[in-house]
């Protein structure tokens, strides 16, 4: 990734997130449920059982581009998601991330992180590649779908 | 980690961050300054160049169990550091992580990210051990004390 190519990404130039973070499919995921700020997706790969993302609906790359009010908005969102991945799958704890090496637009990454992982090896989501059949994917978003209700 | 112990660290019984996030020093790193909601910490650990953590001063584990207004004061708090680290590295991208899988009194770690990393990679803070001399933890906190400040 060049500096030049990175800054016309940053503008939202032909931003990925922004083209499909919407969809019912894209190649990452499942939209699970649109909130006011923020789309929920289920990861297609689920090697880290309930890996969910919770992206900005507008094009923006770091928190601090964002108004108080969109930030709480968001956060409050993402909060939200993290219960309801609790209820659904009783995690030790849940791990929260925004990396957007790849693409910036702003997303964070939830990953329910079990007894039986090691707690001292950092989070790889993409470590192996899980697939559910549709059957369990739609289990797995309806779950989820439930507990965002609760 | 059982179930039972991490029960009883998760209550804030015998944690580790309650006692010593506002220490000068810890053996995780140096205070950068005292906010609202939050402690500011320069990790020792400089692998990769300006990792810092933000971390609620009162005991919680997950973003739900914080009120709404505590919700947006953190997260403020973690934007404005997060800006003050984009002032002095000037990465490509900042990260955000709140894990908490040894501790999980709330903590977000702010670690830049340059040109030079592969952004493909999982993030590893500790991949290596980085450490600076007196003067080089002193500069970088009194840079980022000033960023913060603008």
């Given at each position: 990734?060049?500096p030049?190519?990175?800054?016309?990404?940053?503008?939202?130039?032909g931003?990925v997130?922004?083209g499909?973070?919407?969809?019912e499919?894209?190649?990452?995921?499942?939209?699970?449920?649109?909130?006011e700020?923020?789309?929920?997706?289920?990861?297609?790969?689920?090697y880290?059982?309930?890996?969910?993302t919770?992206?900005l609906?507008?094009?923006a790359n770091?928190?601090w581009?964002?108004?108080?009010?969109e930030?709480a908005?968001f956060?409050r969102e993402v909060?939200h998601v993290?219960?309801?991945l609790?209820?659904?799958?009783q995690?030790?704890?849940?791990?929260?991330?925004?990396?957007?090496?790849?693409?910036?637009?702003?997303?964070c990454?939830?990953?329910?992180?079990?007894?039986?992982?090691?707690p001292?090896?950092p989070?790889?989501?993409?470590e192996?590649?899980?697939w559910?059949s549709?059957?369990?994917y739609?289990a797995?978003i309806?779950?989820?779908?439930?507990?965002?209700?609760?």
């Amino acid at each position: 990734m060049t500096p030049d190519r990175w800054t016309v990404l940053k503008a939202g130039d032909g931003c990925v997130i922004c083209g499909d973070a919407h969809l019912e499919e894209n190649p990452f995921g499942y939209l699970v449920v649109e909130l006011e700020h923020s789309f929920v997706r289920l990861a297609k790969n689920q090697y880290m059982r309930g890996w969910t993302t919770v992206t900005l609906k507008r094009h923006a790359n770091e928190l601090w581009e964002l108004s108080d009010e969109e930030l709480a908005g968001f956060w409050r969102e993402v909060a939200h998601v993290g219960r309801a991945l609790d209820l659904v799958y009783q995690p030790a704890k849940l791990n929260y991330g925004v990396f957007g090496n790849l693409c910036p637009h702003l997303h964070c990454h939830l990953i329910p992180r079990t007894y039986a992982d090691d707690p001292t090896k950092p989070l790889n989501m993409n470590e192996q590649e899980v697939w559910l059949s549709p059957p369990e994917y739609a289990a797995a978003i309806g779950a989820l779908r439930r507990a965002l209700e609760r």
